[in-house]
C-alpha cells in the first residue's frame, strides 16, 4: 500500500466508528487482527475465526485498535475466563481462549518473528505445551500503591496507570503472591508512600519465589522527583528475606 492510500485510509477510518469484522490473525500480543479498509485493527479478547461488531477507539499513524462490542459469531476456541478481573485486568490477555488455541498463537508469534525480524525462511512445526496452564511463572512482577493504608498490589488495566487490584493471580506464582501480602506488606507500604509523597506514580515489586529480587520507582512528571524511572537491583545480594 502507497503513503497516500494509507493517510486517505487513515482519513476514512475515526474513531467511535462501528463496524463488523472477521478475525483473521493476531498480533504480537495477541490481539485479534481484523482489516477495514485495507488497514489493520486489533481487537484485544478475540479469536481467529470470531465475526463482531466492533468500535474503532484509536486510530494513529501505525495502528488502529478497535473494542469488541457484540459477537455474531464466536469459536469454538473460547472459553471463560476463570478470573474475576480478566476483562479489566491488564496482567495478561489469552485467558479467553483453549490453552490449544493458546499454543498455536505462540506457534504463530515465533514462526512471525523468525519470518519478519530474523529473516529466515526455517519454521517451528510444532510447539510443546506446559503441563501447568496456572501459576507457571517462576517470577511475578506486581504494580503496587498506596490504597486504604496498605499497600494494594495488582496490574494496571490495559493501556493505562489504573490499579486493578489483584489478590491472587491465575498465572504469578502462589508463592511470590503470598510473599507480596504478607512477607513484604509492610516495606511495600512504606515504598509506595515514599513515591506518593514525593509525587511520584509508581512503583514495581519483582519476586523469585518468595525473595523480593528488585524494586523500580516511576517519577510523575513535573512531580517533586525528577520525570525518570529507577530500579533497584537487589538480586546479587541475594535479594531480601
Known amino acids: ?20 469484522v472477521e478475525i483473521t490473525a493476531y498480533n504480537s500480543e495477541g490481539s485479534g487482527v481484523a482489516r477495514i479498509l485495507g488497514r489493520a485493527v486489533f481487537v484485544p479478547r478475540t479469536i481467529v475465526g470470531e465475526k463482531w461488531r466492533i468500535v474503532i477507539v484509536k486510530v494513529g499513524a501505525s495502528a488502529v485498535y478497535g473494542r469488541a462490542l457484540e459477537p455474531i ?3 469454538s476456541e473460547r472459553t471463560e475466563p476463570e478470573c474475576e478481573n480478566y476483562l479489566r485486568c491488564g496482567g495478561c490477555g ?14 504463530q508469534r515465533v514462526n512471525d518473528a ?18 501447568d496452564t496456572a501459576h507457571y511463572r517462576n517470577k511475578g512482577i506486581y ?33 511470590a503472591d503470598k510473599a507480596a501480602d504478607e512477607k513484604y506488606g509492610d516495606f511495600l507500604l512504606r515504598s509506595a508512600a515514599f513515591v506518593l509523597k514525593n509525587r511520584g506514580r509508581d ?17 510523575a512528571e513535573n512531580g517533586g522527583m525528577k520525570a525518570d524511572s529507577w530500579k533497584l537491583n537487589l538480586d546479587k545480594c541475594g535479594g531480601c528475606k
Not at 489469552?94 to 506457534?107: G, P, T, V, W
Not at 498490589?153 to 493471580?169: D, I, N
Not at 514495581?204 to 517519577?219: K, N, V
Open 1 to 20: 500500500m502507497q503513503c497516500r492510500d494509507i493517510m486517505k485510509n487513515m482519513e476514512q477510518l475515526k474513531k467511535n466508528e462501528i463496524f463488523q
Open 73 to 75: 459469531k464466536l469459536s
Open 94 to 107: 489469552l485467558r479467553h481462549m483453549s490453552y490449544a488455541e493458546e499454543l498455536r498463537f505462540k506457534k
Open 114 to 131: 523468525l519470518r519478519h525480524i530474523g529473516h529466515q525462511s526455517v519454521q517451528v512445526e510444532r510447539i510443546t505445551g506446559s503441563s
Open 143 to 175: 504494580a503496587v500503591r498506596e490504597v486504604g493504608g496498605r499497600a494494594r498490589k495488582g496490574f494496571f488495566a490495559p493501556r493505562s496507570h489504573e490499579l486493578v487490584p489483584v489478590g491472587r493471580c491465575l498465572i504469578q506464582s502462589e508463592i
Open 203 to 219: 512503583i514495581t515489586a519483582s519476586f523469585t519465589d518468595d525473595r523480593l529480587i528488585a524494586i523500580g520507582f516511576t517519577a
